[in-house]
């Protein structure tokens, strides 16, 4: 494609989002453009965070559930089929003061212009930001037991948080660990009844409450997790392989910020559907939705997006 060529519409991100809204923009013959993102040191990669899960079992249509990177790979090879045209790049670089907005891509020098743009750029994982955390991560400490849970075979681990994530990462756990610890910082857990339920079921896994992380501890491997009580105040040293980091997530929108409305939580602000404070540039999933964060609704808004997208093209030839 000539560098001058103008895309009706351009997509960044493959999560659901994403390749929903491709699915629809291509069905609408507008012949868009994804840039799927590309792999990182960080944990990113094409695909978004469903690639670092494993069983989906609320994603309607599926009654006996779907891995998630196997849904991801049937939502690419749809958005394919209709004619989406897929490209391995990263954004590094974006320009919405003027239409066609201008896009600087990982792959190229030129930007590649658009007329209208999806943002589905997702959120990644939080940090506890103590010390031994950067130097440990890789070496004990992680954030994706699916990608490193195997690594710890009859092994003892802690997961950090009190959300869905840290009971679906410690039950992913206790099929390797030896045995796995969640900690969260207050009495009572964020996660919904039913993972609550499987996991103080679920033998391998314990709970410690009202204590946060103040350190980990290790020379080239992690040895203690330094944990405090935070009603006593008293610390203590817990021996541990692995420690896993269960805390939420930020969305991706470091591009984006003097360029977009953004909240206090730095997610993309949102008004009539997808529509973001610059006309032509819409936003879908977890980047603009700090409340739901689920796939299907991911997936929802990415039709919105597309839908959107189809009205405000129209509105702008007249
Ligand atoms: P979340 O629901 O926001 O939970 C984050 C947990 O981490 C909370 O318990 C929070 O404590 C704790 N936390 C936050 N910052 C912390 C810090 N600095 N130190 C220690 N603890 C900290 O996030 P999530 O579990 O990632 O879930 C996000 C969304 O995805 C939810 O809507 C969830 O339902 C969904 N999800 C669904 C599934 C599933 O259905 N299979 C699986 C995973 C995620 P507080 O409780 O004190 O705030």
């Given amino acids: 494609m000539s560098e001058t060529h103008i895309h009706d519409v351009v997509i960044l991100g493959s999560g659901p989002a994403g390749l929903t809204a491709a699915i629809y923009t291509a069905r609408g013959n507008l012949k868009p453009l994804l840039l799927e993102g590309e792999p990182s040191s960080t944990g990113d990669q094409p695909g978004g965070q469903l690639m670092l899960t494993t ?11 779907i891995l998630g990177p196997e849904l991801m790979s049937n939502l690419k090879e749809q958005a394919l089929r209709f004619g989406t045209n897929i490209t391995t790049a990263k954004v590094v670089k974006v320009d919405f003061s003027d239409s066609p907005f201008s896009i600087w891509t990982s792959v190229s020098d030129n930007p590649l212009r658009a007329r209208s743009v999806i943002i589905s750029t997702g959120a990644q994982a939080l940090m506890l930001n103590v010390a031994g955390e950067d130097r440990l991560l890789g070496h004990g400490v992680s954030a994706c037991a699916t990608c490193d849970g195997f690594f710890f075979r009859d092994q003892k681990v802690l997961v950090v948080g009190g959300g869905d994530s840290a009971l679906e990462e410690a039950g992913f ?60 105040g008293l610390t203590e ?11 939420g997530h930020a969305p991706n929108t470091e591009l984006f910020k003097n360029q977009l409305e953004l909240d206090d939580k730095g997610y993309i602000l949102t008004r009539n559907g997808t529509q973001t404070s ?41």
Avoid at 237 to 247: C, N, R, S, T, Y
């Fill in 55 to 65: 069983e989906v079992e609320n994603f309607p249509g599926f009654p006996q559930g």
């Fill in 173 to 232: 756990l206790s099929k390797f660990a030896s045995s796995v610890t969640v900690i969260h910082r207050r009495k009572e857990l964020r996660a919904s009844k039913i993972m609550q339920e499987r996991a103080m079921k679920n033998p391998k896994i314990s709970f410690l409450y009202n204590a946060v992380v103040k350190e980990l501890v290790g020379k080239d491997k992690l040895e203690f997790v330094r944990i405090q009580d935070i009603e006593t």
């Fill in 237 to 247: 040293d817990v021996e541990a392989q692995g420690l896993f980091v269960a805390i």
């Fill in 278 to 318: 610059i006309p032509g540039v819409f936003a879908a999933g977890d980047v603009q939705d700090s409340k739901y964060r689920q796939a299907i609704t991911a997936a929802g808004s990415g039709c919105m997006a597309a839908l959107d997208v189809e009205k405000y093209l129209e509105s702008s030839e007249k």
